[in-house]
């Protein structure tokens, strides 16, 4: 039986959130992650109109309100944009029982055999965009093919509202047709070292062996590019081995800054968090996992005594963990989080001797959680203390 797998991608989440919740901006460029002013603030999301401008994901705010002085700058609310996910994640689950969320804005839907319900794949794929449309105001892009990975880059394609199917059969070929720059997982640096070894189409990478590719970009990112221009599968979307819940982002710009680091792994936290909450189970063990402009993929695993409480918990503990792996001043292409080892929240356990205020943090969460719930219209926000 044919594989069938869908990526799905939010457009803009956490801008189209905003201007959802605000239809003065609708057409505006906005900008999510902090205000003018706002020191240490880096952008999480920018609107396709801010993206005219040359602003992007990672960027600095500073460096932001220059290239687009006249942009609505926001910044995050991550408990509304979790309930969003959530409404549309819901819609992703009446397609197939095998949902795979990456992050707070994309997943993988596996289609596999599910012709007979709901037609082709593409009769799916429209289902899904008209579905999400009509009941949560956002728009999704979709890529469809054969493996995770090429409906990663598919989904890419055509954005905003996008979708793209790599033809069954015709997966070496797509490759093969694919820009340089478009090949997922080529970041900046690494697409200048492949330029500068004389190789600028994925037909001229594909002209060589496996031994020249990893004399040039390591094992790591030799093997990767070798399979990726056949159309390969490779492993880079396999699921945790230990019952988690996890996220993960890959980012269009290398992660070196610090400030930029902790809001992307803040961002991981509130997704893992609010799943655990939602799937009412707790954990106390923790996974980070890094991967570098090379290609290069290492993770890091820490258990503890106490559950994680509340997001703060969780994320400090994420950062500490990171830090302890990190190779300091290089580029980060994607991160990861996740809680491990997962129980039933329900189930007897030893209560902390010492609190710390933590439990009242997770009685507010819970709190928030039920009221977006009831209510999505509902703004509630919780502030993050900036560091000086």
């Known amino acids: 039986m044919q594989s069938v797998f869908l990526h799905i991608d ?3 989440f956490f801008a189209s959130v905003e201007q959802l ?9 906005v900008i999510v992650g902090g205000k003018p002013g ?6 999480s999301t920018a609107s396709y109109e801010a993206r005219k401008f040359g602003v992007h994901s990672a960027m600095p705010i500073v460096q932001a309100v220059k290239l687009c002085p006249q942009g609505i700058y926001v910044h995050g609310n991550m408990e509304r944009y979790h309930q969003k996910s959530q409404e549309v994640m819901a819609i992703f689950h009446n397609y197939s029982p095998d949902v795979q969320q990456m992050s707070v804005d994309e997943a993988f839907i596996d289609l596999t055999g599910t012709e007979r319900l709901f037609g082709s ?3 799916s794929a429209r289902r899904i965009k008209s579905e999400v449309k009509e009941k949560t105001g956002l728009t999704v892009s979709v890529g469809i093919a054969s493996s995770k990975y090429l409906a990663k880059i598919a989904s890419g394609l055509k954005k905003p509202d996008g979708l793209f199917t790599v033809p069954f059969g015709g997966e070496e070929e797509f490759m093969l047709n694919l820009p340089l720059d478009k090949v997922w997982g080529i970041g900046k640096k690494s697409l200048v070292r492949l330029q500068n070894a004389g190789l600028r189409t994925t037909r001229e ?7 020249f590719l990893t004399g040039i970009m390591g094992p790591a990112g030799g093997s990767f590019l070798y399979n990726t221009v056949r159309g390969l599968e490779n492993d880079t979307f396999q699921p945790a081995k230990t019952h988690s819940i996890s996220s993960e982002s890959t980012y269009p710009y290398d992660l070196v800054d610090r400030d930029v680091i902790d809001t992307a792994l803040l961002e991981l936290c509130y997704t893992v968090m609010f799943r655990l909450l939602r799937e009412k189970a707790r954990s106390h063990s923790l996974g980070i996992k890094i991967r570098y402009e090379d290609f290069t993929t290492v993770s ?5 005594d106490r559950d994680f409480s509340s997001v703060d918990d969780l994320f400090e503990r994420a950062k500490t963990l990171f830090y302890k792996k990190y190779e300091s001043g290089r580029g980060i292409r994607l991160l990861g989080v996740a809680a491990q080892n997962l129980e039933d929240s329900s189930a007897p356990r030893q209560a902390d001797l010492f609190d710390f205020g933590e439990e009242k943090k997770r009685k507010v969460e819970e709190a928030i959680l ?3 719930e009831k209510n999505p219209a509902i703004k509630i926000t919780k502030a993050r203390m900036m560091r000086d």
């Open 10 to 12: 939010l457009d803009a």
């Open 21 to 29: 919740d605000h239809p003065e901006w609708r057409g505006k460029p």
């Open 38 to 43: 706002d020191r240490r603030s880096v952008v």
């Open 121 to 123: 794949p593409e009769e």
């Open 205 to 211: 990478i594909h002209r060589h062996s496996l031994t």
């Open 300 to 304: 890091i695993q820490e258990g503890s």
């Open 370 to 372: 039920k009221q977006l």
